[in-house]
T-cell receptor, first 109, second 112 residues
Framework: DVKVTQSSRYLVKRTGEKVFLECVQD?????MFWYRQDPGLGLRLIYF???????EKGDIPEGYSVSREKKERFSLILESASTNQTSMYLC????????FGEGSRLTVL | QKEVEQNSGPLSVPEGAIASLNCTYS??????FFWYRQYSGKSPELIMS????GDKEDGRFTAQLNKASQYVSLLIRDSQPSDSATYLC????????????FGRGTQLTVWP
């Protein structure tokens, strides 16, 4: 079975803090993705990566950056967290079909 | 912008009934189509994929694809209360590697 592991299930941060969300997959997938999910807005793509050190902006990249130094690991970085970044963050990996991690619920106070 | 539209719901059916979930998409070059189930507070879980026109059956689930009409549906036969969840339709784009475009989901409730 594909395993996508997100490092933190629940985080509470303060406005202005730097936040790292980490994701590891164990299936040697080329493609990895970061989404956020908010009630009424559905899943929105933040960034994705199709290879090590490669990244592509999704639909809502503002306020976020990513890092992919190794194939299995894809990190999402909030340089200066703001309250409007309070959300559920979902990492996924793909080699055709998309598999999600369990999600990280971030609250920014 | 690639659009994926789902029937807005919420959809409520009695136990044992057939639940029908519908999805239309705007990009004619989409080739792969997926249905995900998401329980409240959980992440989406892949339940069906379909790549060619026609029907694909897996247990109580049937996915139907009509590329000419740009339409994909999911039928759940003999619905159970455990099927109560939000169902997300997703389609691939024509060029972007691996990226899926998601609808906003249809919330299904199956009452006993």
């Amino acid at each position: 079975d594909v395993k996508v592991t997100q490092s933190s299930r629940y985080l509470v941060k303060r406005t202005g803090e730097k936040v790292f969300l980490e994701c590891v997959q164990d299936m040697d997938h080329e493609n990895m993705f970061w989404y956020r999910q908010d009630p009424g807005l559905g899943l929105r793509l933040i960034y994705f990566s199709y290879d090590v050190k490669m990244k592509e902006k999704g639909d809502i990249p503002e306020g976020y950056s990513v890092s992919r130094e190794k194939k299995e690991r894809f990190s999402l970085i909030l340089e200066s967290a703001s309250t409007n970044q309070t959300s559920m963050y979902l990492c996924a990996s793909s080699a055709g079909e998309l598999f999600f991690g369990e999600g990280s619920r971030l609250t920014v106070l | 912008q690639k659009e994926v539209e789902q029937n807005s719901g919420p959809l409520s059916v009695p136990e044992g009934a057939i639940a029908s979930l519908n999805c239309t998409y705007s990009d004619r070059v989409s080739q792969s189509f997926f249905w995900y189930r998401q329980y409240s507070g959980k992440s989406p879980e892949l339940i069906m994929s379909i790549y060619s026109n026609g029907d694909k059956e897996d247990g109580r689930f049937t996915a139907q694809l009509n590329k000419a009409s740009q339409y994909v549906s999911l039928l759940i036969r003999d619905s159970q209360p455990s099927d109560s969840a939000t169902y997300l339709c997703a389609v691939t784009g024509g060029s972007t590697l691996g990226r899926l475009y998601f609808g906003r989901g249809t919330q299904l409730t199956v009452w006993p």
